[in-house]
């Protein structure tokens, strides 16, 4: 009797183990690949949602031209379920793309600094789901996939809708305004922080942002050329010095626009012009 009974508690429990094999077979084979997929979904709308709000980061410190400090954290990887810990993972990386760069000169000094932008891109890597990443550029977020690109926001139905509305942004690297003492040039200048513009891997990665604003600048008097250097082969860059430039020729009598080279000259004797030219410099990085 006692066999007998040692034995069916065996077999019972055999039984169990094979019901709990099979319901973990069921759900691996059934709706283990669903729930991966649904997290790598919720997880790339986390890495979406951090770039808007990174780039919106940005944006407050191109408009302002101020000092600030900001930080945007979000997961490199996803997919983690119960019974299916592996994670995907990721890649974000942090390249300069120069813009304009300004050159003032009178009879013994020269002074430059240069407007630079950067564009940020996530790329994943093993995931359940679609490859998508997402890239920060020009003051707009694309989804990406291989070499395509697409606007993030509904507001755009292509990429060149978006760049088209990212004018007013990219001028804004750029501001020129008169002053008690002549002309102020203002600069905003981002580039990737030295050492820390990729990272790779499937746990938490920072995207930050430390942006300087230099008050006092560096001031020439009696200038005597302004050079607005187009560093971009983009129309709208080009449009948007010449509007700068002939804006400062048509206020300073005797001043005269080279509009191929972007160059303003000026006559000390006939109207000495003093300029004040300040910069904004932004590292951003990724850790």
């Not at 077979?25 to 709000?53: C, M, N």
């Amino acid at each position: 009797m006692e066999k007998d009974e040692a034995v069916s508690t065996v077999i019972a429990l055999m039984l169990v183990l094979g019901i709990l094999a099979t319901v973990i077979a069921i759900y691996s084979a059934t709706y283990l690949p669903g729930l991966k997929q649904q997290s790598e979904i919720e997880h790339s709308h986390e890495v979406a949602d951090a770039f808007v709000r990174f780039g919106s980061d940005i944006d407050y410190v191109v408009s302002h031209k101020t000092t600030a400090r900001f930080s945007e954290p979000f997961s490199l990887g996803g997919g983690e379920v119960l019974l299916s810990p592996v994670r995907s993972s990721g890649t974000v990386t942090i390249e300069e793309k120069n813009m304009v760069k300004v050159t003032v000169s009178n009879q013994t000094q020269t002074r430059s600094a240069t407007a630079s932008i950067v564009n940020i891109s996530y790329v994943p890597s093993f995931t359940t789901w679609e490859p998508q990443g997402y890239r920060w550029e020009y003051g707009f977020v694309e989804v990406t996939k291989d070499e395509r690109a697409v606007p993030q926001s509904s507001r755009y139905h292509t990429r060149a809708d978006a760049l088209e509305d990212s004018d007013k942004f990219l001028g804004s690297f750029i501001d020129v305004i008169d002053s008690n003492n002549g002309i102020e040039i203002t600069l905003v200048n981002l580039v990737p922080e030295n050492g820390s513009s990729c990272i790779t891997g499937s746990g938490i990665a920072t995207l930050g942002l430390n942006a300087t604003a230099d008050s006092k600048g560096v001031s020439l008097t009696k200038v005597t050329k302004i050079v607005f250097e187009d560093l971009t082969s983009d129309s709208m860059m080009t449009e948007h010095l010449d509007y700068i430039c002939n804006d400062i020729r048509s206020r300073i009598p005797g001043a005269t626009y080279d509009p191929d080279t972007h160059t303003l000259e000026f006559d000390p004797a006939v109207n000495p012009v003093s300029v004040t030219l300040r910069a904004v410099n932004g590292e951003v990085s990724v850790c």
